[in-house]
């Protein structure tokens, strides 16, 4: 099982930008993938999940509205839009995948069974 993020960026605040979240080994149409991250000095939190399968999404309060999780079956590949972003988005972001179970209702727990390395986004003021 490999997760592998887009490169990420540096991004204005009140821009956008999207990561890419490619998997191999398992379908994610199977299985609950989510978005997590982890800002400097920070400990590492969910952000978003997808289960496919199950047709839900799910999302912390602090990027409702702002952040999109979606997925392309096809190209077995998840992605996170984040619109109109803030300087307090700043992170490392790393997109996991719980194989276990196919819901997203145990991901903000962090307990995913593969990572991927990680993308740095930078948000400037």
């Known amino acids: 099982v490999q997760l592998v993020e887009s490169r990420g960026g540096l991004v204005q605040a009140g821009g956008s930008l999207r990561l890419s979240c490619a998997a191999s080994?398992?379908?994610?149409?199977?299985?609950?993938v989510g978005w997590f991250r982890q800002a400097p000095g920070k400990e590492r939190k969910a952000v978003s999940c997808?289960?496919?399968?199950?047709?839900?999404?799910d999302y912390v309060d602090s990027v409702k509205g702002r952040f999109t999780i979606s997925s392309d079956n096809a190209k077995n590949t998840v992605y996170l839009q984040m619109n109109n972003l803030r300087p307090e988005d700043t992170a490392v972001y790393y997109c996991a995948a719980d194989i276990a179970y196919y819901l997203c209702s145990t991901y903000r727990s962090g307990d995913m069974d593969y990572w991927g390395k990680g993308t740095l986004v930078t948000v400037s003021s």
């Open positions: 080994g398992f379908t994610v149409d199977r299985y609950a």
């Open positions: 997808i289960s496919i399968s199950d047709g839900t999404t």
